[in-house]
C-alpha cells in the first residue's frame, strides 16, 4: 500500500471505529432498549394478513424475500410494509406508539428484508411512491456494504461488489441488459423514480439467474396491487448544477387502480412515467506522463523525472433520462393470477469537449531536445515541483534534423449518445392446491445503443510549457515562440486533423421459466422448488475505429484554414472560468473550433477533411447468438438441533451455447515480384462453443436468541465473457522482406517470418468463483440493527492478454502460422474481506432528539485477483491491482424523522483504486484515483400526510476527483464536477 494511502487510511479507520463504537454503546445502553430486549417477539416479521395465497406479500413463512406475480422479488406494499416493521422486534419505546413512516419505514423495511432473507441481501426501499434515497440508482447502491461506484461526468454508472465489476442486473427478477454488448445494464440510464426497490445479492442461490461472480442487483418496480384501490402520485421538481450554472426540470407521476370483487375477480392496472435532465460541467487539469531528463539547470548530473507536458479539458454537456412502465394484474380466483408488465428507458448523453494540451506525447525522445525555460526548475527530495521546457525551433530544420517543436494541440470533440432498453414480460401464478404453487413468466427485451463521436484537430506551431505543482490546483502556462502571435490568436491555429467513431448496437433476448413449489406441514422440509429456464439472445455490435484523418484545408487565398475562418466558428476559452473561479493560473484563454461545428458534423468533415463520415465495415460488425438452458432444484428445510436452524440447499444446471459470426482480414502480397502489391482480403469467419456447468449453493441460519442469528453461505458462480471479447473478427498479416539487386532497386519480395495477428477469442469460458460468507445479525429492535460479515471468493479463468499460434490459409500459398495476440482464460484469484454495520433511531432520547438515527457501515476487500500489467514510458513494467477496488469504503449517514421534517446528511468514502491498468495517452502507464469522500444532504418537510417539499444537495464538499500516475507523488487529473443542488414538490391522494 503506498505511504500515502497507509497514512490516510489509518486516520479514517480510527474515525469508523470511534464512531461505530459509540453508536454501539449508545443503542446498548439506552434504558428503553435494556428493558425491551427482555419482552417476547418473534424476531421475524409476519405475513400481511390481507395478503391472497397468489400475492405473497409481506414475508413468506420460509423467510424468503416478499415476491411478487412473477415470483420475483417485489416492492413491499405500505400495509405489508407496515406488519413488517411492527413485526420486525420490540418497540422502540416504552410508552407512546412510534409511527412508522418515511425514513423509518424504508430502513425498518431494508432491516426486515435482511434479517429474514432465505439467503444473503441488502435492500434500499423507497420512503414514498417514485423515491428512492437517491435519486440515482447507484448513488443508492453506495450506502449498502460491499458496493463501490463508478462516475460518469459526477454521477454515478456503474458499481462492483466487493471489488468485481461482473454484476448480473435484474428487473423484477428477471435479466435486463444494455445494448452496447456488456452483460448487463448501465444504472446511469435508469430512472430511480420507476423503482421501488433495489436488492442487492452478494452470494446468490442456486435458485437465482447465473452471470454475476459478484453478486446480482435486482431493481424492483410496483405493481398494482401493492396498493388497493384509486393511487395517484406526482412529482415536479427542479436542479441547479453549480459548475455549469444551469437548473433543469425533472418530474414524475404514477397512476394506479384496482377493482375488488367484480364479475370477474380482482383486476389492477399501474402507469408510470418519469422524466430527468440534467446539465453538467467537468473541469480537469491534467499532467501528462513522467519521464527521465537530464541536464536540468541546477541539478547537473542528475537524471530526474518530470512531466513531458500538461494541458485541459473541459466538458460541458446535458443528459436527459424518460422511464415509462405500465403493470397490469387480474386475479379471476384466489389461487389464480395473470400479470403483464412493460418498461422502458431512454437515455441520451450529450458530451461537447474542450481541450488544449503542449506535450510531446509518448514520444520516446522525451524531452532531450528541447530546450529547458528561463524560469528555472524545482524538486524536493528528488520530486518534480515546477519547471518546464520550450520547443520553439521547427521541427528537423537543423542538424542532427531531429523533432524540436513543440505545438499547442487545441481539439474539439462531440459526442452523442442514445440507449434504449425496451423490456416486455407476463406470465401466470396459479396454485392448484394448498401445497403446489406453479409459475410461468415470459419476458422479451429489445436494447439498442447508437454512439456518434467526432473531433477536430488544431495547433499553433512552436511553444513551450511550465507547471507548477506547488499549490492545491496546479499552474500551467503555456508559452509561444517569439514572431508567432500570442497563444489567444485565433488566426494562429490551424486545422491539422479530423476524427469520427460511430456505434450502432442492437441487442434482443427472448426468455421463458417455469417455477414450481411444494409445501411440507409438519417435517423437516418447509419446501421444495425447482424451475427450468431458456433464454435466446443475440446481440449485433457494430463499432468503428477511431478513424484519424491527416487535414491541410485552406482559406480562399491559400492559406492554411484557421480558428479565425467563419466556418470554423472559433471561439477563445467557450469555458469561462476555469474550477469554479480558483484555476485562474491554467492556461489562460486559448481558442477553439466552436462545438456547433458539428451540428452538420457531414459538412465539417467534407470542409476539414475532405471525405465523408466513416460507415461501418464488415471488421467493425460483431454478432454474437447465445441460448442458455438451466435448471435448479432447492429444498428448504428446519431443525431443532439444541437451537433452531434453517435453511435451504440447491444445486442449478446451465447449458450455455454460443455462435459468433465476424470476419478473418488478411494482408498479403499474392504474388512476391516488384510489381506486385499487397492486398486485404476479407472472408466470413464464424465460430460456435458449448459448456455446461453446475452450480450448487447452500444456506443456514442459526438462530442463537429470537433476535440474534449467524448466518452461512456458500455457492458456486459464473460470469460468460463480454462479447467485446467473444469477438469474432481477426486481422492477420504477413511480414515480407525486400529483396534488392546490386545496384539497391527491389526486385521482389520473401517472406521474413513476422507473421503476426491480433483479435478477439470466441472461445472464451466463463469466470467462475467458489465462495462463502459467514455473517452475525443482531436484530435489536425494528429500526436497529447491527451486522458482521466475512467472506471469501476463489476465482478461476480470468482473462489476460496472451500471445499464442493459429494456423490460417493463405490463398495459393498453403497454411501459415501466425502470432496471434488475444484474451485466453487461465489466472487465478481470490478476494476476502468483511463488513460491518448498523442503524438505528435514537427513540430514548428527550423530545426533538427522539427523531435522530444513523446508519454506518465499513468494508474491507483485500485481492489477489491478477491485474494488468502497465508500463511506464522508460519501459519499465509494472504490475497492478484489480481494476476498480478500493480496499476500504465506509458510509455515514445522519437521519432525522420527526414532527413531519426528515432531513438526512450521507458521507460516503473510499481509498484510493486503479482507474485505468493502461490509459490511453500515457503510453500504458496505469492511473489511480486517490481516495474520495463525498458528502449528500436532504430536508424535507410534510406539509400534511399528501404533500411534502423535499430540498437536496450532491456533493456539498466540492471534493474533487483527482489521480495519478502509478507513483502517489506524480499527479494525473485534477477534476472538478458539479455540484447539484434540487427541490422536489410531492403530491399524491
Known amino acids: 500500500m503506498h505511504t500515502e494511502q497507509r497514512d490516510t487510511m489509518r486516520g479514517h479507520a480510527r474515525r469508523i471505529l470511534t ?44 423467510g424468503s424475500l416478499p415476491r411478487d406475480a412473477s415470483g420475483t422479488v417485489a416492492a413491499v406494499p405500505p400495509a405489508a410494509a407496515a406488519t413488517v416493521e411492527q413485526a420486525a422486534g420490540p418497540a422502540d419505546g416504552g410508552g407512546d406508539d412510534i409511527v412508522v413512516t418515511g425514513l423509518r419505514q424504508s430502513v425498518a423495511t431494508a432491516q426486515a428484508l435482511k434479517f429474514n432473507s432465505d439467503q444473503f441481501v441488502d435492500s434500499i426501499t423507497a420512503t414514498d411512491i417514485g423515491k428512492l434515497p437517491d435519486k440515482n440508482v447507484a448513488e443508492a447502491l453506495q450506502r449498502v456494504s460491499g458496493v463501490q461506484i463508478s462516475r460518469n461526468y459526477g454521477e454515478g454508472s456503474g458499481i462492483a461488489i466487493r471489488g468485481l465489476t461482473q454484476v448480473k442486473t435484474l428487473l423484477n427478477g428477471r435479466d435486463v441488459f444494455g445494448g452496447s454488448g456488456g452483460r448487463s445494464l448501465s444504472f446511469e440510464d435508469v430512472p430511480s423514480e420507476l423503482l421501488g426497490g433495489v436488492d442487492v445479492f452478494k452470494n446468490p442461490s442456486a435458485k437465482e439467474i447465473e452471470g454475476g461472480i459478484g453478486g446480482i442487483v435486482n431493481l424492483r418496480t410496483r405493481m398494482p396491487f401493492d396498493e388497493k384501490g384509486f393511487v395517484l402520485s406526482t412529482t415536479v421538481g427542479a436542479n441547479y448544477f453549480d459548475l455549469s450554472e444551469d437548473a433543469r426540470f425533472n418530474g414524475s407521476a404514477l397512476v394506479s387502480k384496482t377493482w375488488t370483487d367484480t364479475g370477474i375477480g380482482d383486476f389492477g392496472v399501474l402507469f408510470d412515467v418519469a422524466y430527468y435532465e440534467s446539465a453538467f460541467r467537468r473541469d480537469q487539469a491534467t499532467i501528462e506522463p513522467y519521464v527521465p531528463v537530464t541536464g536540468i539547470p541546477g541539478y547537473a548530473g542528475q537524471t530526474l523525472s518530470m512531466p513531458v507536458g500538461a494541458g485541459i479539458q473541459v466538458t460541458e454537456g446535458s443528459r436527459k433520462r424518460r422511464g415509462y412502465y405500465a403493470a397490469a394484474q387480474w386475479e379471476p380466483a384466489t389461487n389464480l393470477q395473470f400479470y403483464g408488465t412493460f418498461f422502458q428507458s431512454n437515455y441520451d448523453l450529450y458530451t461537447p469537449n474542450y481541450s488544449s494540451f503542449v506535450t510531446n506525447g509518448t514520444s520516446t525522445d522525451f524531452l532531450n531536445n528541447f530546450q529547458p525555460n528561463a524560469g528555472g526548475f524545482r524538486f524536493d527530495d528528488g520530486r518534480f515541483v515546477s519547471g518546464g521546457f520550450n520547443g520553439f525551433t521547427p521541427a528537423y530544420s537543423v542538424p542532427p534534423y ?3 517543436a513543440l505545438n499547442i494541440q487545441n481539439n474539439t470533440q462531440v459526442a452523442f449518445s442514445r440507449t434504449k432498453t425496451t423490456d416486455y414480460a407476463g406470465g401466470v401464478k396459479w396454485q392448484p392446491t394448498d401445497r403446489l404453487h406453479v409459475n410461468l413468466d415470459l419476458q422479451y427485451e429489445r436494447a439498442t445503443a ?13 511553444a513551450g510549457y511550465t507547471i507548477d505543482l506547488s499549490g492545491d490546483l496546479p499552474a500551467i502556462s503555456f508559452q509561444s515562440a517569439p514572431g508567432t502571435g500570442s497563444i489567444s490568436d485565433l488566426s494562429a491555429y490551424r486545422f491539422t486533423a479530423i476524427m469520427d467513431h460511430l456505434e450502432d448496437s442492437v441487442a434482443t433476448q427472448k426468455a421463458a421459466r417455469l417455477d414450481l413449489e411444494w409445501d411440507f406441514d409438519d417435517s423437516i422440509l418447509t419446501s421444495i422448488q425447482g424451475g427450468i429456464r431458456y433464454t435466446d439472445r443475440e446481440a449485433i455490435n457494430r463499432s468503428t475505429p477511431y478513424n484519424w484523418t491527416a487535414a491541410s484545408p485552406t482559406n480562399a487565398d491559400g492559406t492554411p484554414l484557421n480558428l479565425a475562418n467563419p466556418i470554423a466558428l472559433g471561439q477563445v476559452a467557450p469555458y469561462g472560468a476555469l474550477f469554479g473561479g480558483d484555476g485562474d493560473a491554467i492556461v489562460g484563454a486559448v481558442p477553439y473550433a466552436s462545438a456547433r461545428l458539428f451540428d452538420d458534423a457531414a459538412a465539417a468533415f467534407r470542409t476539414i477533411g475532405g471525405r465523408a463520415i466513416t460507415t461501418f465495415a464488415p471488421q467493425d460488425i460483431n454478432t454474437q447468438r447465445e441460448k442458455t438452458y438451466a435448471g435448479y432444484l432447492a429444498a428448504y428445510f428446519k431443525v431443532d438441533a439444541g437451537l433452531p436452524i434453517d435453511g435451504n440447499i440447491a444445486v442449478r444446471f446451465v447449458k450455455t451455447e454460443n455462435e459468433a459470426a465476424g470476419t478473418t482480414r488478411l ?24 459448456y455446461t456447468k453446475v452450480l450448487p449453493s447452500i444456506n443456514l441460519r442459526a438462530h442463537l436468541t429470537e433476535r440474534l442469528q449467524l448466518r452461512a453461505g456458500a455457492s458456486k458462480g459464473l460470469s460468460r465473457p463480454e462479447f467485446s471479447q467473444l469477438n469474432p473478427n481477426r486481422q492477420f498479416s504477413i511480414g515480407y522482406a525486400q529483396l534488392l539487386d546490386a545496384a539497391g532497386n527491389v526486385i521482389g519480395y520473401q517472406p521474413n517470418g513476422t507473421n503476426t ?69 487461465g489466472a487465478k484469484g481470490e478476494v476476502k474481506g468483511f463488513e460491518i454495520g448498523g442503524n438505528t433511531f435514537f427513540d430514548f432520547l428527550p423530545g426533538p432528539l427522539s427523531g435522530l438515527g444513523a446508519q454506518a457501515n465499513v468494508t474491507y476487500v483485500d485481492s489477489s485477483a491478477p491485474g494488468a500489467t502497465g508500463t511506464l514510458l522508460n519501459g519499465d513494467q509494472v504490475p497492478t491491482s484489480l481494476q476498480g477496488l478500493s480496499k476500504w469504503s465506509y458510509n455515514l449517514v445522519g437521519l432525522y424523522e420527526k414532527y413531519g421534517v426528515t432531513a438526512r446528511a450521507a458521507y460516503n468514502w473510499r481509498s484510493s483504486y486503479l482507474f485505468d491498468p493502461a490509459s490511453n495517452g500515457t503510453g500504458g502507464v496505469p492511473i489511480y484515483n486517490r481516495a474520495y469522500g463525498q458528502l449528500d444532504a436532504s430536508i424535507g418537510y410534510n406539509f400534511t400526510p399528501k404533500v411534502s417539499v423535499t430540498i437536496d444537495a450532491i456533493n456539498l464538499t466540492r471534493s474533487r476527483f483527482d489521480s495519478y500516475q502509478y507513483y502517489p507523488g506524480n499527479p494525473r487529473n485534477f477534476e472538478l464536477n458539479d455540484r447539484r443542488f434540487g427541490i422536489s414538490f410531492r403530491m399524491r391522494n
Do not use: H
Open 450 to 462: 447508437e454512439v456518434s463521436s467526432y473531433t477536430a484537430f488544431a495547433q499553433k506551431d512552436l
Open 667 to 690: 494482408n498479403y502480397r499474392p504474388t512476391l515480384d516488384a510489381t506486385g502489391q499487397q492486398v486485404t482480403l476479407d472472408q466470413p469467419y464464424a465460430a460456435d462453443q458449448s
Open 402 to 404: 531531429v523533432n524540436t
Open 757 to 825: 495477428g491480433s483479435g478477439g477469442n470466441p472461445s472464451l469460458k466463463p469466470l467462475t468463483v467458489d465462495q462463502a460468507d459467514l455473517a452475525l445479525e443482531w436484530n435489536v429492535a425494528p429500526t436497529t440493527f447491527f451486522y458482521g460479515t466475512v467472506f471469501y471468493k476463489k476465482l478461476t479463468n480470468f482473462t489476460t492478454s496472451q500471445v499464442f499460434e493459429q494456423q490460417i490459409e493463405v490463398p495459393g500459398q498453403a497454411a501459415q502460422t501466425f502470432r496471434y495476440t488475444a484474451f485466453v482464460n
Open 19 to 62: 464512531g461505530v463504537s459509540l453508536l454501539t454503546m449508545a443503542v446498548v445502553a439506552a434504558p428503553a432498549l435494556a428493558q425491551d430486549a427482555g419482552k417476547a417477539g418473534t424476531g421475524a416479521p409476519a405475513q400481511s394478513q390481507d395478503a391472497s395465497p397468489i400475492g405473497q406479500q409481506g414475508t413468506p413463512a420460509n
